[in-house]
Nanobody, 126 residues
């Protein structure tokens, strides 16, 4: 079992920055991929960014050039640095973890993840 707890959400103005954190506990040694997802009301949960245990990363087009995913393995913590935020980035942001090998091309799909945090809200005002 893996437990995930997000933090760092909060209100921010358009153009601002925010850093989300996700602390993992439990069987973290089994985790091979960690990712950030987001979900706005009435929409499907969408992948934002993923990082593998060997530090490879992938981003959704909406995040490229503005968001950076990183991890501190010593602290079992995942980060998402979000810059140049836009109102359309408003959503609940979730941390997710996956064990075992996955097809890299599928890692921004929520169906590839078994462990989820409770989410942290990010409202971006114009």
């Amino acid at each position: 079992q893996v437990q995930l707890v997000e933090s760092g959400g909060g209100s921010v103005q358009s153009g601002g920055s925010l850093r989300l954190s996700c602390t993992a506990s439990g069987d973290t040694y089994r985790v091979r991929y960690m990712a950030w997802f987001r979900q706005a009301p009435g929409t499907e949960r969408e992948g934002v960014a993923v990082v593998s245990s060997d530090c490879s990363t992938s981003y959704a087009d909406s995040a490229k050039g503005r968001f950076t995913i990183s991890q501190d393995k010593a602290k079992n913590t995942l980060y998402l640095q979000m810059n140049s935020l836009k109102p359309e980035d408003t959503a609940m942001y979730y941390c997710a973890a996956s064990q075992g090998f996955r097809l890299w091309s599928l890692l921004l799909h929520h169906t590839e993840y078994y462990y989820w945090g409770q989410g942290t809200q990010v409202p971006v005002s114009s």
